[in-house]
């Protein structure tokens, strides 16, 4: 308990202390300088910049301002460029210097001061002829009837010099040409002679100039003229020295530019400095002259009048100059800072203000005013507020009403009249509008018209506002009724009391009870209405019945509309099964240009697994995620249906594991369900038998390779679907004993004597294709060899060396005019890629030609011209036929080493989307514009291409030129388009095989 009342006077005794101390930072701030409570010793008289004075006990500083009284123990401080001038009240003036502080001792009899820091000139007068000054701890006490005493406080010494006058310092006499110097730590004092005494500036002078300040400094020689240096600065320690100059005579003249306060002093030839004093540059501003208003108007009961106030700009005495609109003009002298002026005549004055001081001949005129007087007219108001106005007290209490209008704002005098069952009340504003406070139901007639100053009246407004009580109906919902909605649209119904003679009702909505903002207005003839709302929240709705020439409301009724509760956890089946589907393609397998060029196959069909979620008729729609791991890391796919039906596209067989969540209308999902088991199978395939493999050639039995030299063509029937063909041929019937194995992609093999080591006899061949075969048949092989050449022997000839002549060398130039007709077989790749479902395609397209024609064109800017047409044709999944083509037209420009142009292209190209389970083919043609460059390298020839248009294309290729007009090549493109926000991309890349016919021959 001790150690408790301990800790509590701790506490206590902290507290205390933490007030104490912030009462002496910032009790000075909260107390008033000049209250009665203290005694006023002395003033702040002037003062140039920012001056601070701190009070007796308190630790803050604060700002002083010129009239502001001191008191006993008061501090006061100047910084840079800053000082003060004091006045004490029993006489003695001090005037401080920067950065000097100073402590008010005591004022009773004589005055006793501290110079704590920095330097100062105390004028001593009659009827006060004493001043104490402490310095460094000692005082030093003065005496004079009229005197300036200026003392200069150092770091080793105290310098006394008196300025004007006669002055003692204790019992020491002080001369005006004597400095009286105390050392700081013996306090010894010694005299020396001043051999000049300064005249002008005088000490704190100040001059007012525009551009550039010209100053005069002047002294006389107390014995002898000698050589004496002048130092000018900025401050009172003489560091920042402005102009240091050694002068012979008793005068000098220089030229300052800067505002702010210098400081001067004459040094003797024996280092003897003289007394510092200072002057201050002032550059004349022009006063900124303002008017409450320009434009007045004279009317018939008052004679305007108008308000001029300028800046002080350190004067005390102003010249205001008015220009009349005869011509005649008037200056007027004030005292103080503003003025009125009262027009008596018609027409535009002009006035303009400076500072009258004999002492400031260059003060500046400031910006003139322009003072109009006019006749006045009359005032024209328009209203605001509506004329008529129905408001329904519906709470029976009183409800604020603006009543607005447009007018003059100035010099107005508004009138307004309110008129209820005959009784007026009359009410005033100079103001454009009014507030009304109306309770009681009733017509309320009111009326406005103003009256100007001048006496001028304005037009009058008028309007009316009616107050209505409201019916008291049965409404559904009622009021404070929560209505939850399952969807966003669903509809809302409202439901009322039929009431007796109405003629119509008219239903308002509104999302504030003022239904300043109606949402829903609708004419009914029956007593309910059913509406949507377009978001939740609270909403107004009330009912407006018409009845005979009346209008009368129903009272408004309050509604929150907010979401239905939100849907609960799906529950599903823990295993499923499913047997998976393929999708069927629904295009034509058929089209004239088959009888032409055949089909191309490629890509394969998609799987698809079906089956049925748990309904739920509040789902919007249903989110299924399937995973191939129970721990649900390696997602498949994520599937988002409408339906509780859910078709999982490209589907493989195997175990996975799936769950499914709902979305409300509202966009809220529920949490997943529980993982449960999905298996997938395929359909059992029915397979149709194998077809037998027909042997055409050679026939059994039949005699081959009969000379080593011979080949042998094997040839068979081909059969549907079948992509290779495997050849065997053995020495055995039972080809146990294989001597030969190739595949072909063709229904036809070449082979020679080397297949059987040009060994003759009897072998069996055979054709297999997947689960097809063909029956076995015989040949023999011969093989036999050529018989040796006879050897005749001639005679040698003779060798007859000629000169051959030297070969010309051929230049072959390119014809620009021709027919080229080309093959392109190639791979092509389809993807859409903003489809989950849609399949892939991805095979070889060998069907594929195209022809070009090139002729020279007689034009400036391009010399060829080449259209080209390209087909491509193939077919995909089971039955989709596609065909794609470009046709083409270049313009080309021969450059030095290379050639360029446009082209246009319009573009056929083969679509795969999904469509109701089954894919589906879709045609997009486009016109295409862009660019081409090409580059020859003997007979290598490179091109670029790049399209667009709603396809973007990109194609390179590049051919090899032989001699017998034949070329060969490769090539590579890419397209892309996007439509019903699926991308669709395309990719090929091919061989190019074509032959030009020259229209003239090559040179």
């Known amino acids: ?548 020439s009346n209008i009368e409301y129903s009272n408004p009724v309050s509604v929150e509309i907010k979401p239905a509760p939100p849907l609960a956890r799906p529950e599903v089946s823990p295993d499923i099964k499913i047997k998976l589907k393929y999708l069927e393609d629904k295009s034509s397998s058929f089209n004239l240009i088959d009888l032409f060029i055949s089909k191309t196959y490629a890509a394969d069909q998609v799987a698809v697994a079906e089956w049925d979620l748990p309904a739920n008729a509040k789902a919007k729609s249903y989110i299924v995620e399937i995973y191939k791991d129970i721990d649900l890391k390696d997602l498949i796919i994520r599937i988002e249906t409408e339906v509780p039906h859910v078709t999982w596209k490209n589907a493989t067989a195997g175990k996975f594991y799936w769950r499914v969540s709902y979305t409300d209308f509202w966009g809220r999902k529920t949490e997943f369900s529980r993982v449960s088991v999905l298996s997938t199978e395929d359909q059992e395939i029915l397979k149709a038998p194998p077809m037998e493999i027909e042997l055409q050639n050679p026939k059994h039995r039949a005699d081959v390779l009969k000379e080593e030299a011979d080949q042998l063509i094997l040839n068979w029937g081909a059969i549907p679907e079948a992509k290779t063909y495997q050849v065997l041929i053995a020495r055995d019937l039972e080809f146990e004993n294989i001597i030969f194995k190739k595949n072909s992609s063709q229904n036809e093999l070449k082979i020679s004597c080397k297949e059987f080591d040009n060994r003759a006899g009897e072998y069996y061949w055979k054709i297999i294709s997947g689960e097809s075969t063909s029956k076995r048949r015989q040949f023999s092989v011969v093989c036999a060899p050529p018989p040796p050449p006879v050897k005749i022997e001639e005679p040698k000839p003779v060798v007859i060396e000629e000169i051959k002549p030297i070969e010309t060398i051929k230049e072959e130039k390119l014809n620009d005019h021709f027919l080229r007709l080309g093959f392109f077989p190639h791979h092509i790749a389809y993807q859409n890629k903003a489809s989950q479902y849609t399949a892939k395609v991805d095979g070889n397209a060998l069907n594929s030609w195209f022809v070009t024609y090139q002729r020279p064109l007689d034009m400036k800017y391009f010399q060829i011209i080449s259209p080209t047409l390209s087909i491509s044709r193939g077919k995909v999944f089971k039955e989709i036929t596609f065909m794609d083509m470009e046709l083409s037209l270049k313009a080309k420009r021969k450059q030095t080493s290379f050639s360029w142009g446009p082209v246009a292209a319009f573009v056929k190209k083969t679509l795969y989307v999904e469509s109701n389970l089954a894919i589906v083919d879709e045609s997009v043609t486009s016109p295409l514009l862009g660019l081409f460059i090409q580059k020859e390298i003997d007979r290598v020839t490179l091109n670029a291409e790049v399209k667009m248009g709603t396809i973007l294309d990109y194609h390179a290729d590049i051919q090899y030129r032989m001699q017998n007009n034949f070329a060969v090549g490769a090539f590579f493109d890419s397209s892309s388009i996007t439509k019903d926000n699926n991308k669709h991309t395309f990719s090929r890349y091919g061989l190019n095989l074509n032959y030009t016919f020259d229209f003239l021959e090559t040179k």
């Open 1 to 548: 308990m001790r150690l408790k009342s301990f800790d509590n006077y701790l506490i206590t005794a902290m507290s205390a202390l933490a007030l104490l101390c912030l009462y002496m930072l910032y009790g000075a701030k909260l107390v008033n300088f000049n209250s009665g409570s203290e005694i006023k010793v002395a003033s702040i008289v002037e003062q140039l910049k920012t001056v601070k004075r701190k009070r007796d006990f308190y630790q803050g500083w604060m700002d002083v301002k010129p009239g502001d009284g001191l008191s006993q123990n008061d501090e006061i401080y100047t910084h840079e460029q800053s000082s003060a001038h004091i006045k004490f009240t029993n006489g003695p003036e001090i005037s401080l210097f920067e950065n000097s502080l100073l402590r008010i001792k005591s004022a009773k009899l004589g005055s006793t001061i501290s110079l704590d820091k920095g330097n100062m000139v105390a004028k001593l007068s009659p009827d006060s002829p004493k001043l104490d000054i402490e310095l460094n701890g000692k005082k030093y006490s003065f005496s004079s009837q009229n005197a300036d005493i200026q003392i200069e406080q150092g770091k080793t010494e105290n310098k006394f010099l008196l300025l004007n006058g006669k002055a003692k310092l204790a019992d020491q006499e002080i001369l005006p040409n004597q400095v009286v110097i105390q050392n700081i730590k013996t306090g010894d004092l010694k005299i020396k002679e001043i051999p000049f005494i300064p005249k002008l500036p005088l000490n704190n002078h100040t001059q007012y100039y525009l551009k550039e300040a010209s100053l005069n400094f002047s002294w006389i020689y107390t014995n002898q003229s000698v050589p004496v240096k002048i130092v000018i600065a900025r401050d009172s320690n003489f560091t920042e020295i402005v102009s240091e100059e050694k002068i012979e005579s008793n005068t000098y003249q220089i030229s300052l530019t800067h505002p702010g306060t210098y400081y001067w002093k004459l040094t003797s030839s024996d280092l003897i400095d003289g007394p510092i004093k200072s002057f201050s540059l002032i550059e004349e501003v022009a006063p900124a002259l303002n008017a409450d208003q320009t434009v007045l108007y004279q009317g018939p009961k008052q004679t305007p009048k108008v308000y001029l106030n300028w800046s002080k700009n350190n004067g005390k005495k102003y010249l205001v100059k008015i220009e009349s609109p005869n011509g005649k003009s008037e200056e007027v002298t004030i005292a103080k800072t503003s003025y009125e002026f009262t027009p008596t005549i018609l027409g535009q004055y002009s006035l303009s203000v400076k500072v009258s001081d004999e002492n400031r001949p260059l003060a500046l005129w400031s910006e003139p005013i322009t003072i109009s007087l006019n006749e006045a007219r009359a005032i024209n108001i328009t209203s605001v507020t509506p004329e008529v106005i129905e408001k329904v007290n519906y709470n029976n209490q009183p409800a604020s009403y603006l009543l607005s209008w447009n007018g003059p704002i100035d010099g107005v005098n508004y009138k307004i009249k309110l008129i209820k069952d005959n009784k007026v009340l009359d009410m005033e504003t100079e103001q454009t509008s009014i507030p009304l406070s109306l309770k009681d139901a009733g017509t309320y007639s009111w009326e406005v018209f103003g009256t100007t100053n001048s006496g001028v009246n304005s037009n009058k407004i008028t309007g009316k506002i009616i107050i209505k009580a409201p019916l008291h109906l049965t409404q559904l919902p009622s009021e404070g009724a929560i209505v939850e909605l399952e969807k966003p649209d669903q509809l809302v119904a409202f439901k009322w009391d039929k009431v007796e003679e109405a003629l119509q009702y008219q239903f308002e909505l509104s999302d504030d009870p003022t239904f300043k903002k109606i949402i829903v207005a609708r004419d009914v003839d029956a007593t309910n209405v059913s509406t949507s709302l377009a978001e939740i929240g609270r909403y107004y709705w009330r009912v407006k019945i018409k009845r005979g």
